[in-house]
């Protein structure tokens, strides 16, 4: 998750833990069905489940912290419906990005945050400073143009922080 606010303050938490979690569980569900504990298998994708909801709700306690710092914030999240039909990453069906946001909406609403979803299209790509078409690498960004260089997902922030968007209704 990255969150950019348009004087250079910025927030940037890494998806290591639930990267962690889920291949901890995945191990351990395949050790449990070879020696074919079905039911305990079954518990520990329930553990799972409870352990990444709890991520999301602490991150999204946190991006809401974030937000309230400033004066009149807005929310501003990719609107990312089908991705999953329309990606080839493979770790897009594991990814619990739907029940975090959902968690982010509810608690802004709360705190009295407008939320907003914007089109995702190229906000990777562009360059946040000049508009024009760069490179992504990886975590990577660089801009041909201005010679603007940073983190991929920063940049994907700035520009959706820049664009206008749909009113979320929960």
């Known amino acids: 998750a990255v969150t950019a606010h348009g ?7 890494s998806g290591g833990e639930a ?6 569980y995945r191990s351990l569900r395949d050790s449990l069905s070879e020696a074919g504990a079905l039911r ?13 909801k709890d991520l999301n709700h602490k991150l999204s306690r946190r991006l809401i912290t974030f937000a309230k710092q400033f004066e009149n914030p807005i929310i501003r999240m990719e609107d990312l419906e089908g991705i999953r039909e329309n990606s080839s990453w493979s770790g897009v069906h594991s990814w619990h990005f739907h029940q975090l946001q959902q968690f982010i909406t509810y608690k802004a609403e709360r705190a009295g945050i407008r939320v907003e979803k914007v089109d995702a299209y190229h906000t990777s790509q562009r360059c946040s400073a000049c508009g024009s078409m760069g490179n992504r690498d990886g975590d990577h960004f660089s801009c041909s143009e201005c010679g603007r260089g940073r983190h991929a997902d920063l940049n994907a922030s700035e520009n959706i922080a820049q664009r206008e968007g749909e009113p979320c209704t929960g």
């Open 7 to 13: 004087e250079g303050e910025s927030m940037l938490v």
């Open 19 to 24: 990267k962690y979690v889920r291949r901890k």
């Open 40 to 52: 305990a298998r079954t518990r520990v994708g329930d553990k799972e489940q409870r352990r990444i």
